[in-house]
């Protein structure tokens, strides 16, 4: 455990030390920008809003920029309205609250509905001789901070964050193949000494469900990656990624519902086995360990190459060979289960056979490297027929 989570530290530490410098530089920046315009105050707002403006993505960063303005320039407005006729009293500030959230809700500002009762209530409390001159500074620096987040994010752009995405697919594959690792390990020894495995196939589905419970975060990392492309300088000229990614991450959702289907039926077959005081018998046990082991080899080898797109963005993907050779085993493998079904009828035995030839079948179709190879170019090209397209466009348009 102390080895993964350092493992993880060091993945992620310059990244985070780079957004750490990024948001430091922002607010400093915008701290000195706005003791320029309003040299007799301490203008904490301006970083303030700098720190809540710039966002990992330059999409995100508009659009929290806009919002935040947006929702500051509601809550003044309401407060410089209400200032004049009334006083700060319990009942008035109620009705500035009431009246900024209603206003924050209806212009659908999201995250940033809260700045319209705080910027309201800021103002009001200065009282309504200095409401008009609090009120236009609020204004003036929030729109400093969130110039100055654009502006900075713009000078240092977020980086790309494809390979962030490519190391969670693949380290989504790799905990699959290490549970299909750790099974297959556990039926070769219990074909050996004929141990019991209903218990341990109780964990590896629970183990399988928890898996399929992450793929929701990984989605989360692809999203996030292709955002980062979006208006992002650094973007610029570089292959895109994002078709294989998401090829990638489509697969390994598909695969590991395959293999959480197989372990169910696993389990019902080891429990029904207990059940009837019997056994899987050492030639089914041996079958179904060596068709788990080149499932993971197939799984490993596709998050190996995932990784690599990601890195590289070349097309064809490169070093193809390694998963080819496991998708050569996964089809030794069908073979020898196709051979089992044929020469033995018993129900149990013949549950496991078709589950191990499913999974097979899911997993062939969804490591397909021919199909990814296919799925990167039909993309690629229609990114290059939307490029020419624009620059039709343009010469006609001149």
């Known amino acids: 455990m102390l080895a993964v989570s350092a493992a993880r530290f060091r993945r992620g530490g310059w990244p985070a030390l780079t957004w750490a410098v990024r948001l430091t530089a922002a607010a400093v920046a915008a701290y000195l920008v706005a003791q320029l315009l309003f040299p007799s105050t301490q203008p904490l707002l301006a970083p303030l809003t700098a720190l809540l403006v710039v966002q990992v993505t330059p999409v995100s960063l508009l659009a929290s920029g806009l919002d935040r303005v947006l929702s500051v320039v509601a809550g003044v407005s309401v407060a410089a309205m209400l200032s004049t006729a009334v006083e700060l009293t ?8 009431a009246v900024s959230i209603l206003t924050g809700q209806a212009l659908r500002l999201g995250a940033n509905l809260i700045e319209v009762p705080i910027s309201a209530m800021l103002v009001l409390g200065v009282g309504s001789l200095a409401a008009e001159s609090a009120a ?6 929030t729109l400093v901070g ?13 980086s790309v964050r494809a390979q962030d995405a490519g190391e969670s ?12 690792e750790r099974a297959g390990d ?14 341990a196939a109780v964990g590896w ?31 610029a000229g ?3 990624p994002s078709p294989g990614l998401r090829h990638g991450m489509e697969a390994l959702e598909h695969s590991a519902v395959a293999v959480r289907s197989m372990f169910r039926s696993l389990l019902d077959a080891y ?3 207990a059940e009837h005081d019997s056994t899987v018998g050492p030639e089914v046990e041996s079958a179904v360990a060596m068709s788990v082991h080149e499932f993971a080899a197939g799984l490993r080898a596709f998050g190996r190459l995932v990784r690599a797109d990601a890195q590289h963005g070349r097309s064809p993907a490169p070093d193809t060979e390694p998963l080819r050779e496991a998708l050569d085993g996964l089809r030794e493998a069908r073979a020898r289960i196709t051979e089992l079904v044929l020469v033995d009828d018993d129900p149990i035995h013949s549950e496991l056979n078709f589950a191990l030839l499913a999974t097979i079948k899911r997993l062939l179709t969804e490591l397909d490297v021919d199909e990814r190879i296919r799925r990167r170019g039909s993309a690629r090209t229609s990114a290059l027929q939307r490029i020419r397209q624009r620059r039709q466009v343009r010469s006609r348009g001149q």
């Open 90 to 97: 319990w009942w008035s500030l109620a009705i500035v609250i």
């Open 136 to 141: 236009w500074q609020r204004l003036s620096e």
């Open 146 to 158: 969130a110039t100055v987040g654009v502006v900075s994010n713009l000078l240092l752009p977020p």
């Open 169 to 180: 697919i693949a380290g989504m594959a790799t905990d699959l193949a290490g549970l299909l």
């Open 186 to 199: 556990q039926v070769a020894s219990a074909s050996e000494n004929g141990a019991d495995l209903a218990d």
């Open 205 to 235: 589905l629970d183990e399988a469900r928890r898996l399929n419970h992450e793929i929701p975060n990984v989605g989360t990392t692809l999203l996030r990656a292709e955002e980062s492309r979006r208006l992002n300088l650094r973007a």
């Open 238 to 240: 570089t292959a895109d």
């Open 271 to 273: 429990s029904a086995a």
